[in-house]
């Protein structure tokens, strides 16, 4: 592949996918150490409902309803769970089964039952993205990173999750001793005054927010997979949480960046001319690595 | 259009679907209160999605040997070795690694689920020369359903009810208390075991109808809406494949007659609706039963507290207490007990002498654990246990 | 009606004890589930004391200190700490929690812990200093953890954990510290480096109130005791409130044989 092709082809998906792995993968640090890693799973079903309410408000597939619409979704699962888990004395797990498939259901029958047709949006994108679709056509080689016109043409989708990622880290950075604490040992953090309620939330809005931004890249299922495996797999590797942290990243971008090459070009050494799914290929990679961590990880028992 | 769909007048195929349907529900529910009360509802969900590799495998395998891909029990059959493995990964990483089960979980059904995405696509890429449509795994299809496919699924929803009526016992009792039933003498591992396989046949039937991502709905819902209606094991049960099936069959029902309504998602619809309805209206557990019972409680609590304060001649800080005591005529504004206040102060000081006596007279044990700050002793004791204990506190002016 | 004058005056001294006591409940109760843990519990508790909570399993020792922290929400009653609300205080008051309430797996090390005790003096972004190092290190120095300062916790046993968790409150340098069952299931070695820290920081001037459950033990540690099972059954300087009596009505008549009963002062 020449420098061209690459930078129109295949520089944006890999900044896209490496993006969105970081920003799912860093607060996926948090939900599995607080055991809630389930959290993602039910915020990342409920994202495409968010979406779907968005598009019927809005009339159109926009950032801001969209990022909107999603993070309401996720605040209003997690206020239902907690509702039943407290109210109804239902454990969590079954909670959270029921709060999601409901609210993915509503999702899937507003989406068939609206007209969609005239935007990109439904169910099979939705459920597994399409990396490969966000491509710069404006690009001509490197030196289109230099040029307004080109840039001008760059995906939305970049901008947005580029944005999403900064707002995550800037939030890790800022939070991160409230964020640590309250994850330790939530009554200490209590008394020193912490709000640990709305640090709980702060962590699952942050969560929606990296996934609906992810959305797009890998859809909402797989986005699971940045969430949980990279912190999963950074757990077994050491014994402190800033470093933790440091390999769920580094997994993240090696899932990211091998997944979206292994599709691309990995066929073809089997004589196939056709790619396969990059987003499926980026969760399987980070599967893979999440296994080697737990046969080989320093800190696995 | 919707009344033939539910009386099942709207041809062969269609009521086929919908008996089948209503199979699955109540195996489903069935089965997942077991998974429910043993507290692993979401294990299911890593089961449903680490279906989708074993569906790409068993069409490509099917393909390659010459077949007809979309061979329904082939493809279930390979469905079903995926999921296992998936369960069997999700047991050995909460075990033997430091990973606790929902990270497990989240990790086996995500990676998996890619790993089948990338089969989907290896699929669209092979050139058979015809459509495979496995992606109606994912969300269900009832659509277009061949008839084999419908008794297949029925066979299988009522193999389940059949495997759960026969292993029910040790199921509710390992459900109910694990620690008693591993030394009363049952296998603990097997009847999860059992449990798991029943929980992924459920699953594979499923997946026609509602698909994988939705599948996990059937195993969850329902048993958590009987919970809120009693507390007994087998009525649970029995409520839960109640409400399972009454949800297929108004979805389905619904799902078919009108177009563009698909089958899955309205079944977990309806079945969520007769969850929120139970959760606010059940009796003793139910959402507005327990809020007023709080309120009430709540209320008891701090009038108890306000007449004990004032029996003592202590102040009352709480302004709820004061507000509480001088709306029922108990007390004035700055706190000071009115006449009927004082009487009934007295009175609540004596309830709370006895019950501390009762406290402390081991026979009297079992009842004075009824105590709740606001329960009368004469609710509890009888009248000449209460005389046994004023004589052992003495004569009335003891209490001032 | 009027309050006779000594009530008068006894509710004056009461309220100006209140005022120089760190830590006064009144009323609470606490319920769950409908069921009071705690029922309407008034407590005054002395300054430059060591002050024992005292009771039998499920009497809501550990709840009313959680409640009091507002860990738990009470379902009536208040806390009033230095006269002030607990926000007022916080930097006065340290806690120590049940060494089980949480998850040892968590990657840290045992520095990383007793620095959260500095969290307050830091705050969001406050660069963590040389100075800071050395707090840390004298807290651990204090409860004799000082060369395990960069073990992974989970690493650590029992006593070392409730160690650690001591240090922390020890960094926060309070004047009040609440401790929920710090000698449970701990090792002799740490049971007395607790209980030196403990009288010393009472030597300093500083309060502590501590859940506990190991009666062999109350007169030993504790200069007051709040004997309690669900209400308060009696309060006050141990020789007057740790009595046989109390202790039949907390337990029920359902004392140990191998416990020891306190033998009632002579008259």
Redesign the interface.
Known sequence: MNGADFVAFSLTPLLIGSLAALACALPGNFLVLRRQALVGDAISHVVLPGIVLAFLVTGTISTWPMLLGSAAAAIVAVVLIEAIRRFGRIEPGAAMGVVFTAMFAAGVLALEQSDTSGVHLDVEHALFGNLESLIWLDATGWESLLDPAALAGLPPELFRISLVTLAVVAGLAVFWRPLAISTFDEGFAKTLGLPVRAIGLGIVIASALAAVAAFDAVGSIIVIAMFICPPAAARLMTNRLGVQVAWSAVFALIAAVLGFTLAGSGPAWFGSENAVSAAGMVGTVAGVILACAALFGPARN | MLRDALTFQLGYNATLVTVAAVLLGIAAGVTGTFL?LR????V??AIA?ATLPGIGLAFIMLTLSGHDGRYLPGLLAGSALTAMSGLFAVQ??SS?????E?????????????????L???I??MSTGQQAGL?SF??GSTAGMLLTDAILIALGGLLVVALVFLFRRPMSLVSFDPGFASTSGVRLDRIDLTMMGLVLAVTVVGLKVVGL??V??L???P??TA??WTNRVELVVLLAGAFGGIAAWLGAGLSASAP???T???I??V??CI?AIS?AFAPR?G?LS?LV??RR??TG??I??GL??MAQ??????P??IRLLRGRGLARADG?PTREGTVRAARALRDEKRW?IA??T?EL?LAAAR???RTQIEDVLTADQIAEIDRRIGPPEAVQ | MQAPLEDVTARDARERADQDSPLVLRGMTVAYDQKPAVFSVDATFRSGKISGIIGPNGAGKSTLLRAALGVVKPLAGRATFFGSTLARSRNRVAYVPQRASVDWDFPARVVDVVAQGLYRRLGLLGRFGREHDGMVMAALERVGMEDFASRQIGQLSGGQQQRVFLARALAQDARLYLLDEPFAGVDAATERAIIKVLKALRSEGGTVIAVHHDLSTVEEYFDEVLVMNVRKISAGPVETAFTPEALDIAYGGRLEPGMRVPQKEPA
Do not use: C, N
């Open positions: 429910f507290k692993r509802a979401l299911s969900d999605h050995w990483l033997r690694t430091r990973l606790s929902d990270a497990a979980i989240g990790a086996v059904l995500s990676a998996y689920f890619s790993f089948g995405i990338v989907l696509t290896v669209q890429t992606e994912l969300l991502i939705l996990v709905a195993l969850i819902i048993p958590v919970r809120f563009d309504l698909p899955g998602p309205l977990v619809l079945s969520f969850f959760m557990r959402l327990s019972r709080h409680f709540q609590v701090h108890r507290q004990l304060a001649g202590q102040p009352i800080y709480e709820l207490t000071m501390e406290r402390a081991p044990e105590y709740d700050g």
